[in-house]
């Protein structure tokens, strides 16, 4: 079971705002409150004009760093994206990884080219991701005047903007307080996991290199798999898709919840949360929807020949096919934002296997800049870090710790205390 205090975000407040700010006045301000007496009031200088300018200086924004995998934006891309994802251990554990992945990138470049090139040239997932982003800071500032103004930032695991980029970037703002904000519902180490390593890797690096941004204190937002507002938008759009359906069979339709998957090894060797949050999700989707239908979880995007979690989304199509169901309807329910997995896999692939095993597949939208969606963005807060029960991985443990202690120079230099 999932823990509830674990598995929801908090609609209370923002990572890292307080209770309640109670600001002490400055000695500035104090040294120019008017005195109680005529004679020091008649004498005092004019200081109400210099102070109004110094209330009135902007302050750094409250960042909420967004973090995914990515997706390449242009066919030329394709080649770094690859290899960048097959250079992480924490997703793929290859023998003789540095030399391997490349090769393994180079061969499968083509393909994935084409791939890309069926869906428009390119992963429309920075584009939503912003979209998303603009909005999340829009209902930030008006939720939470106390930590306003909010700026989104872009952090991607395998394309651009790199992690290292979007701390330039905050670097360059002079941003102090940040929420590093996952946009995979469910935790995984492959997934947030990794990228939470690589966020520590980058501020370690800043802090040895003496670059800006190492001080920025943070809050981390790592799962939110049952969040209302999440559960409301996926039921939405699973409700939208159902509703095409003729009333005398909607019921009757089975629903495939599709995640992406991953390899048993990460599953039952470290103990990985992210198929239990993944269920967690659905039966949240499900309970909403009155279990009006029959459904399963199946997972997609297995890459290589070793185990990994099953049933796949294709196979369980084509049993449903083989046992006369006419009808299905696919639901992405371990991302947020539309990408190749949805696009391509699901809409051309897995329809076209579905047609040629003589039933007609339709997929519920994205969430992508879904009004329900947008506000359940708007009220996350911060998670408890836990490690995998199997957990051999020291960077995790680490930047556990980094997180945990609030990030900043302070937190690094307590790991050599």
Not at 1 to 15: F, I, Y
Not at 139 to 147: G, I, R, S
Not at 262 to 285: C, K
């Amino acid at each position: 079971m999932v823990d509830e205090k674990e598995a929801r975000c908090s609609p209370t407040r923002l990572a890292g705002e307080p209770e309640k700010r109670r600001r002490a006045p400055s000695a500035a301000a104090a040294a120019a409150a008017p005195s109680s007496t005529p004679a020091a009031r008649a004498s005092a200088p004019p200081a109400a004009r210099p102070l109004a300018t110094l209330a009135s200086a902007p302050r750094p924004p409250t960042a909420v760093l967004l973090m995914n995998m990515g997706g390449p934006s242009t066919l030329d891309e394709v080649g770094d994206f690859l290899s960048r994802l097959f250079h992480d251990r924490e997703l793929i554990q290859l023998p003789f990884q540095s030399r391997l992945a490349p090769l393994i990138a180079a061969r499968r470049t083509p393909k994935i080219q084409k791939q890309y090139a069926a869906i428009g040239g390119g992963s429309p997932i920075l584009r939503w991701t912003r979209t998303q982003g603009a909005e999340l800071v829009r209902l930030l500032d008006e939720l939470h005047p106390a930590t306003a103004p909010h700026k989104a930032y872009v952090a991607f695991r395998y394309a651009r903007p790199l992690t290292e980029e979007a701390l330039d970037e905050m670097a360059a703002d002079g941003v102090t307080q940040a929420v590093a904000f996952t946009q995979y519902p469910q935790y995984s180490c492959s997934t947030t996991g990794s990228n939470l390593n690589e966020l520590y890797r980058q501020i370690k690096k800043r802090k040895e290199e003496g670059m800006q941004g190492a001080d920025i204190k943070w809050s981390v937002i790592d799962r939110w798999p049952t969040h209302e507002g999440l559960v409301e938008a996926f039921t939405e759009r699973l409700r939208d898709v159902l509703n095409t359906y003729p009333e005398d069979i909607r019921h009757t339709v089975p629903i495939l919840f599709s995640a992406h998957s991953l390899p048993m090894q990460i599953v039952s060797g470290r103990g990985d949360p992210y198929p239990a949050e993944v269920a967690a999700t659905v039966a949240a989707v499900m309970t909403k929807l009155g279990w009006s239908n029959p459904y399963r979880v199946t997972w997609q995007s297995q890459v290589g020949p070793s185990a990994w979690l099953g049933p796949q989304t294709s196979d369980s199509v084509k049993g449903w096919a083989k046992q006369g169901h006419k009808h299905a309807v696919a639901v992405p329910i371990a991302f947020t934002q539309d990408h190749i997995e949805t696009l391509y896999e699901l809409d051309q692939e897995l329809v076209e296997e579905a047609a040629e095993h003589g039933m007609e597949l339709r997929r519920a939208e994205s969430l992508n800049d879904q009004p329900l969606f947008l506000r359940a963005l708007g009220n996350c807060s911060t998670q408890m870090g836990l490690r995998c029960p199997g957990c051999v991985n020291p960077v995790c443990a680490q930047q556990k710790a980094f997180f945990r202690r609030g990030g900043g120079l302070a937190a690094l230099e307590a790991e050599t205390a």
